[in-house]
């Protein structure tokens, strides 16, 4: 597995303490974007699993000390949709 990518396991980690019910607006994961949409490319910032599929860390930064924002894009002004864009570009 090369660094520009994850795990298929690492979601594991993240879902022991973050169940769907407590993490509030989710993005699917385990789905492969080339298959959902043909034209939607990921930036190689945003890595996906060893299998080419989203996950937790596709969009978030695991979290440590110091730490407050932990989306891997985001914008002072436009917060979460610089992120959104940048797979499913401007709406």
Known sequence: MGPERFSTEADAVCLECHTKGTTGRSHPRNVRPEEKSRKMKVPSDLRLDDDGRIMCLTCHTAHGPYVSNFLRRS?????????????????
């Not at 917060?79 to 709406?91: D, P, S, V, W």
Request: with cysteine; glycine share 12%; aromatic share 6%.
């Open 75 to 91: 914008s002072p002004d436009r917060g979460f949709e610089t992120l959104c864009e940048a797979c499913h570009g401007k709406r």
